[in-house]
């Protein structure tokens, strides 16, 4: 069997929010029909992430991203890792956020059949584990959507 080598990562963040993290991304890519998110800050207590979009979402599509990742997480979808080379990447999964020096073989997180994506990070190993996903605040600002969240037991 070949030697798995991947590329150190410098942040160990909190499993359940980071996992929020890729059901919230997927949601905002099936929505809106935008990219993951551009620029992402994960935390225990509470996170950010900032999405290219053409024009402000309305209060009732915020409402609908809040439900339907409650949704998918209340679906206690498995989360899985699969390590594959960059030539055998599925299609449809985003590399542009792979820092320059990536290694050859990429660590794949999937959240059941609902999100697939490369990702060095912590995550739960069931849905079940997240707890409720609340939007705690949004603004909209030159064509970029950020969306603060929290996680309630």
Same mark, same amino acid.
């Given at each position: 069997?070949?030697?798995?080598?991947?590329n150190d990562?410098?942040?160990?963040?909190?499993?359940?929010?980071h996992t929020?993290e890729h059901?919230?991304n997927?949601?905002?890519?099936r929505?809106?029909?935008?990219?993951? @998110?551009? @620029?992402?800050?994960?935390?225990?207590?509470?996170s950010?992430?900032d999405?290219l979009?053409?024009?402000?979402?309305?209060?009732?599509?915020?409402e609908?991203?809040?439900?339907?990742v409650?949704?998918?997480?209340?679906?206690?979808?498995?989360v899985?890792?699969?390590?594959v080379?960059?030539?055998?990447?599925?299609d449809?999964v985003?590399l542009?956020?792979?820092?320059?020096?990536?290694?050859?073989?990429l660590r794949?997180?999937?959240?059941?059949?609902?999100?697939?994506?490369?990702c060095?990070?912590t995550?739960?190993?069931?849905t @079940?584990?997240?707890?409720?996903?609340?939007i705690? @605040?949004?603004?909209?600002?030159?064509?970029k959507?950020?969306?603060?969240?929290k996680?309630?037991?």
């Amino acid at each position: 069997m070949e030697e798995i080598i991947l590329n150190d990562h410098n942040k160990q963040e909190h499993p359940p929010m980071h996992t929020a993290e890729h059901i919230l991304n997927q949601t905002m890519v099936r929505m809106f029909g935008c990219p993951r @998110s551009k @620029s992402s800050h994960i935390e225990r207590k509470k996170s950010k992430c900032d999405y290219l979009l053409a024009e402000a979402p309305t209060s009732e599509q915020i409402e609908q991203i809040q439900n339907r990742v409650n949704e998918v997480i209340r679906q206690n979808h498995t989360v899985t890792v699969s390590f594959v080379k960059r030539t055998e990447v599925p299609d449809g999964v985003d590399l542009s956020k792979l820092p320059g020096d990536a290694s050859e073989m990429l660590r794949l997180v999937s959240v059941g059949d609902y999100d697939l994506c490369a990702c060095a990070g912590t995550h739960v190993a069931n849905t @079940s584990e997240i707890g409720t996903f609340k939007i705690i @605040s949004t603004d909209y600002t030159e064509g970029k959507l950020r969306v603060r969240f929290k996680l309630e037991p």
